[in-house]
T-cell receptor, first 112, second 118 residues
């Protein structure tokens, strides 16, 4: 079945540091890939997505590229801010939209 | 666009009582709604999927008689936790999808409801 594996946290960085959160997936078909962010006490917000191989999703300085050859969708940001502190979830969904799978989540803390 | 709301945001109830959580799509018609459960510091676990006007499809291990889901209209789904017990305390998140919005494979998430059973 489909699954998502994320690097375990927590991750603690200083402000302006470079961020990478690894995500790899297993899928039988051609899924869409997502990164969601969850701030304390809140629901999930879509951060970015990619729907096919080699697509790059980007938003708020975050980027992730859909790599079919390595089945990966790593999240990167060149310079993190304190306000980026949150939990980040990698997810995939097949075209039928009824099978969204989430990674375990990675908690990021950015210190000033 | 594509806003999903949940009500209430927090609820505390006594053991043995029932609690209803509402999930609404505010600016679109949701053909499918999903209910997730999230334990502290863990990922989301899909509980059930509901399509408007039909019975919900529950994931394995989820008690359908305990977690009653009603999707009465294209903008509203409700989750009722019946005879709640402390182990039902959790963060419940709904999401909604609509095929006419931004492709068929995107779900829009509500802000979540924190249930505490005492």
């Amino acid at each position: 079945g489909n699954s998502v594996t994320q690097m375990e946290g927590p991750v603690t960085l200083s402000e302006e540091a470079f961020l990478t959160i690894n995500c790899t997936y297993t899928a039988t078909g051609y899924p869409s890939l997502f990164w969601y962010v969850q701030y304390p006490g809140e629901g999930l917000q879509l951060l970015l997505k990619a729907t096919k191989a080699d697509d790059k999703g980007s938003n708020k300085g975050f980027e992730a590229t859909y790599r079919k050859e390595t089945t990966s969708f790593h999240l990167e940001k060149g310079s993190v801010q304190v306000s980026d502190s949150a939990v980040y979830f990698c997810a995939l969904s097949e075209i039928n939209n009824n099978d969204m799978r989430f990674g375990a989540g990675t908690r990021l803390t950015v210190k000033p | 666009g594509a806003v999903v709301s949940q009500h209430p945001s927090r609820v505390i109830c006594k053991s043995g009582t029932s609690v209803k959580i509402e999930c609404r799509s505010l600016d679109f018609q949701a053909t499918t709604m999903f209910w997730y459960r999230q334990f502290p510091k863990q990922s989301l676990m899909l509980m059930a999927t509901s399509n408007e006007g039909s019975k919900a499809t529950y994931e394995q291990g989820v008690e359908k008689d305990k977690f009653l889901i009603n999707h009465a209209s294209l903008t509203l789904s409700t989750l009722t936790v019946t005879s709640a017990h402390p182990e039902d305390s959790s963060f419940y998140i709904c999401s909604a999808s609509a095929r006419r919005l931004a492709g068929r494979d995107e779900q829009y998430f509500g802000p979540g409801t924190r249930l505490t059973v005492t």
